[in-house]
């Protein structure tokens, strides 16, 4: 071979090094997180897995919390098991959306930040984050939907006017406090879980999940969290159903009384109902999280698809 052979030869190798580089340049910043696109798809399968839960569930739901109402082993109402169901579509729906809206870029955000090795941490602040931005609209639809499930009110319209006229608007945020308490620790434990059941079963499988999967994964974490959770969940809900009639004054004087005149194990109460509720709940939210999360990629834009919105690990 020529010299004149050789250097155009290598001229020839320099640039197509070149080209292959500012491709590989040109990927990396075509992967760019896309906060706005993962935001969108986010709130929409949020709020697709929070209607479908909230329809397919709500009467045990009601049964959980009039179980946790009735003081002394009263007897527990079986009618009206429905009640307030639509009201509670009304903020569950942007709720859901906004929690998961909020949880996945975070989440992305915080596992690009912390080494592989401490994912954990980034699914355990990205529930709580996500768990204290919904909670400005889970609050108050808790509220009303738990007084309507105790039959204080037949509606929402009726029990957000009586709410307001009686307690303030300060009334339908009534055991915001404990609803923290018990919301942050849940989501935080609850998504923690099911990522990194997810992220183990996918490297020992060496594939990415399907549905059944997935809401497998999904009902033994929310099984798990609401066992653990139950008297959190059975303060929350006396502080959030007594009215202006103010039993308890707070989160410490709730739990005293109750123990003094219930006994711990009423912090129980309902926890069949509790563990039925979330663990079959969690099967189908993250079920349909999933899927409505691959449809909505399989969906995108031909330029977009190479998004990298839906990372876990």
Same mark, same amino acid.
């Given at each position: 071979?020529?010299?004149?052979?050789?250097?155009?030869?290598?001229? @020839? *190798?320099? @640039?197509?090094?070149?080209?292959?580089?500012?491709?590989?340049?040109?990927?990396?910043?075509?992967?760019?997180?896309?906060?706005?696109?993962?935001?969108?798809?986010? *709130?929409? *399968?949020?709020?697709?897995?929070?209607?479908?839960?909230?329809?397919?569930?709500? /009467?045990?739901?009601?049964?959980?919390?009039?179980?946790?109402?009735?003081?002394?082993?009263?007897? !527990?109402?079986? %009618?009206?098991?429905?009640?307030?169901?639509?009201?509670?579509?009304?903020?569950?729906?942007?709720?859901?959306?906004?929690? !998961?809206?909020?949880?996945?870029?975070?989440?992305?955000?915080?596992?690009?930040? &912390? /080494?592989? @090795?401490?994912?954990?941490?980034?699914?355990?602040?990205?529930?709580?984050?996500?768990?204290?931005?919904?909670?400005?609209?889970?609050?108050?639809?808790?509220?009303?939907?738990?007084?309507?499930?105790?039959?204080?009110?037949?509606? *929402? /319209?009726?029990?957000?006017?009586?709410?307001?006229?009686?307690?303030?608007?300060?009334?339908?945020?009534?055991?915001?406090?404990? &609803? $923290?308490?018990?919301?942050?620790?849940?989501?935080?434990?609850?998504?923690? !879980?099911?990522?990194?059941?997810?992220?183990?079963?996918?490297?020992?499988?060496?594939?990415?999940?399907?549905?059944?999967?997935?809401?497998? !994964?999904?009902?033994?974490?929310?099984?798990?969290?609401?066992?653990?959770?139950?008297?959190?969940?059975?303060?929350?809900?006396?502080?959030?159903?007594?009215?202006?009639?103010?039993?308890?004054?707070?989160? &410490?004087?709730?739990?005293?009384?109750?123990?003094?005149?219930?006994?711990?194990?009423?912090?129980?109460?309902?926890?069949?109902?509790?563990? $039925?509720?979330?663990?079959?709940?969690?099967?189908?939210?993250?079920?349909?999280?999933?899927?409505?999360?691959?449809?909505?990629?399989?969906?995108?834009? /031909?330029?977009?698809?190479?998004?990298?919105?839906? %990372?876990?690990?």
């Amino acid at each position: 071979m020529s010299r004149n052979s050789k250097t155009e030869s290598l001229g @020839n *190798a320099l @640039n197509s090094s070149e080209y292959t580089n500012v491709a590989a340049v040109s990927s990396t910043q075509n992967k760019s997180f896309d906060f706005f696109g993962m935001l969108y798809e986010s *709130a929409v *399968a949020g709020a697709a897995a929070g209607t479908v839960v909230e329809a397919v569930l709500y /009467p045990v739901d009601t049964i959980k919390t009039r179980l946790q109402a009735v003081r002394g082993g009263g007897e !527990i109402v079986l %009618k009206g098991l429905y009640s307030g169901l639509a009201g509670n579509l009304a903020g569950v729906i942007p709720a859901s959306a906004l929690f !998961i809206g909020v949880y996945e870029p975070t989440k992305q955000k915080l596992l690009d930040i &912390f /080494p592989q @090795n401490l994912s954990a941490v980034a699914h355990l602040a990205a529930g709580a984050i996500g768990g204290a931005a919904s909670s400005i609209v889970r609050v108050p639809t808790e509220v009303i939907k738990q007084r309507i499930q105790t039959g204080q009110f037949a509606s *929402a /319209p009726e029990a957000v006017r009586v709410i307001v006229a009686k307690e303030g608007f300060r009334g339908l945020f009534a055991g915001y406090g404990s &609803f $923290l308490l018990r919301d942050l620790p849940f989501d935080a434990i609850q998504f923690c !879980i099911y990522e990194q059941l997810r992220i183990g079963y996918k490297l020992a499988a060496r594939r990415d999940l399907n549905g059944p999967e997935n809401a497998i !994964i999904g009902a033994f974490a929310g099984a798990i969290t609401g066992a653990v959770t139950t008297p959190l969940d059975m303060v929350k809900t006396r502080l959030m159903i007594q009215g202006s009639a103010k039993q308890y004054d707070g989160i &410490f004087h709730c739990v005293d009384t109750i123990i003094r005149e219930e006994g711990s194990s009423a912090f129980f109460r309902g926890i069949g109902p509790r563990v $039925l509720w979330i663990g079959i709940g969690g099967s189908i939210f993250f079920g349909v999280l999933e899927k409505t999360k691959q449809l909505l990629a399989h969906n995108r834009p /031909p330029g977009d698809k190479k998004r990298d919105s839906l %990372k876990l690990a």
